[in-house]
């Protein structure tokens, strides 16, 4: 595949009738949002704006491919690709999303995108090619089942809403009501990341650049949105949200330490959620979590049922799926060092570290 959008199919030496392959272009970006706003299987994550974000804050290549068809776009698929010593040379649909994959409005897209896609891999040379879908697209690919995501419709009624919460986690909303918590909206990423990455190094956790924040907010606009919950005044929890179609998906959070025994959490993604209603939106996304971990279980607590994701790899020259993810226990170490590090060390150093892991 080359930057100068030709046909990938054609160098690949595959054949689909009717279907070509190429890179996208600038100028494809708006026609390429178009049709991802109209193709059901599409998600925030395919917007063309991506491939900005991710080249701006980490410096990798990308490689957006799209399908056309009698001169329309038909089918797209972001990919970027991911070189580390560390963690090895991968193609990912789509590295800090939990969704990607091929959206398409037929098969012979589809499949044009997936046969390119496979060449790609190879002419790269990278140890493998990752899809991460909502639905499975190649059973016979190894997989990963270690994440699950949370989907459920709200209501245009606040009040009906706030019912639909479990007894117990609706005590927990309102708690932080009574406790004089308020929300708002953020115009900066400033508040927002020094929770953020507070939060995540309590975790063991390397912080994301505060750059990429920034960037995900100038490149989405109004689609990228940072709401704040004070206590006197003060910031102590913060969610970073995308909206898409008529869908809201809380993506990334911090909180103080005190902000628990609060209830700042719960007040946080209920006062999303009822901003979000009263606003039109009907799905709330409350995004990805690994089973057995506490935000898998804070999630359905609040009465959402868990959905498997599909992360599914094709190998090229890696001879088994890679984990690299906190649950791995080769990284146990490293999570506990990296909890003892002063916060201007991890902040420094973190992102030169999780750029590589997506």
Not at 121 to 128: K, Q, S, W
Not at 295 to 323: C, I, M, S, T
Request: glycine share 6%.
């Amino acid at each position: 595949m080359g930057p100068d959008g030709s046909n990938i199919l054609e160098s690949a030496g595959v054949s689909a009738a009717h279907v070509t392959v190429r890179a996208m272009r600038a100028e494809d970006a708006a026609a390429w949002d178009e049709f991802v706003f109209a193709t059901p299987s599409a998600t925030f994550f395919h917007r063309a704006g991506w491939q900005s974000v991710i080249e701006r804050a980490f410096g990798h290549r990308t490689h957006y491919l799209l399908a056309e068809s009698a001169g329309a776009i038909a089918g797209v698929l972001p990919l970027t690709e991911v070189k580390s010593r560390l963690f090895g040379h991968s193609l990912v649909s789509n590295v800090f999303c939990v969704y990607g994959g091929i959206a398409a409005s037929n098969d012979a897209a589809r499949a044009a995108l997936d046969q390119a896609a496979q060449q790609l891999a190879r002419d790269l040379n990278v140890g493998h090619l990752e899809y991460r879908q909502l639905q499975s697209s190649h059973a016979d690919w190894p997989k990963q089942d270690l994440y699950f995501t949370f989907r459920k419709a709200i209501d245009p009624d606040p009040e009906a809403n706030m019912l639909a919460i479990p007894r117990k986690q609706r005590a927990m909303v309102r708690k932080g009501i009574k406790n004089g918590l308020v929300s708002e909206l953020d115009p900066a990423v400033d508040r927002f990341f020094k929770l953020f990455a507070d939060n995540v190094k309590r975790h063991g956790t390397p912080a994301l650049p505060k750059r990429y924040f920034a960037l995900l907010r100038e490149v989405f606009g109004a689609d990228c949105e940072v709401l704040a919950v004070l206590h006197q005044g003060e910031v102590i929890s913060s969610v970073l949200s995308f909206y898409f179609r008529d869908e809201v998906l809380p993506y990334y959070a911090g909180d103080r330490e005190d902000a628990r025994h609060l209830a700042a959490n719960d007040f946080k993604y209920w006062e999303l959620m009822r901003r979000a209603c009263e606003r039109g939106y009907r799905i709330f996304d409350y995004g990805r979590s690994k089973r057995g971990t506490g935000q898998f279980d804070f999630k359905k607590n609040w009465g959402f049922e868990p959905q498997q994701l599909h992360y599914e790899y094709f190998l090229v020259n890696a001879p088994r799926v890679p984990e690299h993810n906190p649950a791995n226990p080769k990284y146990r170490l490293f999570i506990e060092m990296w909890k003892r590090l002063p916060t201007p060390v991890a902040n420094a150093l973190g992102p030169h570290i999780v750029k590589n892991l997506g």
